[in-house]
């Protein structure tokens, strides 16, 4: 047998190696590719999972808020935006004592240890009481003051949005109420909303995912709400170029599993003056969810995290995943159902069998339409 000579040899092995390199280029355009169309699909199938948080994905590497990136299928634009919504939230009182007691992690680590609150543009809730800088002498028999380097700990788990409209937010006074908004705003936490009047200070223009919103906070338990201020609302927000119009609202009868006829009444009006979604709080429990004329209402999402120990109802509570898209002019949300429960102030996921017994209790006294839940989600055109 011939020897080969070196110098082909060597031709080989150089070809061999170029070769190897193209191939493992092409693998890593090959994998870029992938992910980027893998970014670009409809993520309303994110919502799609039973019994599991937002962010449990094929890819579960890849959080949802990547899709907020307006892509083009077909020649089509596909705009996006996501919010996770919860209750009442209140950080004083017995919380505070287990906050003490365990850290300011306590009633957020067993959610987040599934990464629960990942994946949104912005998660939100109803702030149940002032970060005042101290607490002040009040005739209150019930007054909340929130410590103020808790903000950190709420924007570690991804808060970025509260109402303020509510009856615990001048516990502290005006001048705890303004403390209260520039630790927020120090902290870049938007906010919006207030306990008496309702003027400028109740709308919050705000970019979410490719969307801009109008965003209301409405407080009915004290001075009841005129429709027709809440109009003139809607009309600016419109005139600054909102496309969907969310109110959030404090309303209802405490302990009520079902909405009474003002807030139904209420909610109605709203709607028909062009608010697109109700999110509801104030009566401490869970009551139903309506879909009026395509727009949702969840009349009370329960509490969030709260010190109310004395009954099953007031530790149990939802959270309300939001996904809006608009593709070819025509916007639709679709909504994911999460039950919770919370121990001693610390909220956590429900067992499987019980979250779907919960659920299945909530939807059938829910008035829903022709609207039908799929695994814990609706998709509602708007």
């Given at each position: 047998?011939?020897?080969?000579?070196?110098?082909?040899?060597?031709?080989?092995?150089?070809?061999?190696?170029?070769?190897?390199?193209?191939?493992?280029?092409?693998?890593?355009?090959?994998?870029?590719?992938?992910?980027?169309?893998?970014?670009?699909?409809?993520?309303?199938?994110?919502?799609?999972?039973?019994?599991?948080?937002?962010?449990?994905?094929?890819?579960?590497?890849?959080?949802?808020?990547?899709?907020?990136?307006?892509?083009?299928?077909?020649?089509?634009?596909?705009?996006?935006?996501?919010?996770?919504?919860?209750?009442?939230?209140?950080?004083?009182?017995?919380?505070?004592?287990?906050?003490?007691?365990?850290?300011?992690?306590?009633?957020f680590k067993l959610l987040a240890a599934n990464n629960f609150f990942d994946g949104y543009d912005v998660v939100a809730a109803n702030l149940e009481g002032p970060f005042a800088n101290k607490r002040r002498p009040t005739s209150k028999s019930i007054a909340f003051q929130f410590d103020p380097s808790l903000i950190t700990t709420l924007k570690k788990y991804n808060f970025g949005l509260f109402t303020l409209a509510n009856n615990h937010s001048l516990d502290m006074g005006s001048a705890g109420f303004e403390e209260s908004k520039a630790n927020l705003k120090k902290a870049g936490i938007d906010f919006y909303g207030q306990q008496y009047k309702i003027n400028d200070n109740n709308l919050l223009?705000?970019?979410?995912?490719?969307?801009?919103?109008?965003?209301?906070?409405?407080?009915?338990?004290?001075?009841?709400?005129?429709?027709?201020?809440?109009?003139?609302?809607?009309?600016?927000?419109?005139?600054?170029?909102?496309?969907?119009?969310?109110?959030?609202?404090?309303?209802?009868?405490?302990?009520?599993?079902?909405?009474?006829?003002?807030?139904?009444?209420?909610?109605?009006?709203?709607?028909?003056?062009?608010v697109d979604l109700i999110i509801g709080h104030h009566p401490h429990v869970v009551e139903e969810m309506e879909i009026y004329n395509n727009h949702?209402?969840?009349?009370?999402?329960?509490?969030?995290?709260?010190?109310?120990?004395?009954?099953v109802a007031t530790q149990q509570e939802l959270g309300v995943g939001l996904f809006f898209e608009e593709k070819d002019n025509q916007k639709t949300v679709s909504i994911s159902i999460f039950p919770l429960e919370s121990n001693l102030s610390q909220i956590k996921q429900m067992e499987k069998n019980k979250e779907t017994k919960i659920f299945d209790a909530w939807a059938k006294k829910s008035r829903l339409g022709e609207n039908k839940f799929n695994n814990f989600t609706v998709k509602i055109n708007f």
């Open positions: 047998m011939k020897k080969i000579p070196l110098f082909i040899l060597s031709l080989f092995l150089l070809v061999s190696i170029i070769v190897t390199g193209l191939m493992f280029g092409q693998k890593k355009i090959s994998a870029k590719t992938n992910l980027a169309s893998i970014s670009a699909v409809n993520t309303s199938t994110v919502f799609q999972t039973e019994n599991t948080q937002v962010q449990q994905n094929t890819i579960e590497s890849i959080p949802t808020a990547t899709t907020t990136i307006a892509t083009t299928t077909n020649n089509e634009t596909l705009k996006t935006a996501s919010i996770l919504n919860f209750g009442d939230l209140m950080l004083d009182r017995n919380v505070k004592k287990q906050l003490n007691k365990f850290g300011s992690d306590y009633p223009i705000k970019q979410i995912g490719n969307f801009k919103f109008g965003l209301i906070g409405l407080d009915d338990t004290i001075n009841k709400v005129k429709v027709s201020e809440v109009k003139n609302l809607i009309d600016k927000a419109k005139d600054q170029g909102a496309e969907i119009i969310m109110t959030n609202i404090h309303w209802g009868d405490e302990y009520k599993e079902i909405s009474n006829p003002r807030q139904r009444q209420l909610a109605h009006a709203l709607i028909d003056s062009g949702p209402i969840f009349y009370s999402l329960g509490n969030f995290v709260f010190d109310q120990y004395f009954s």
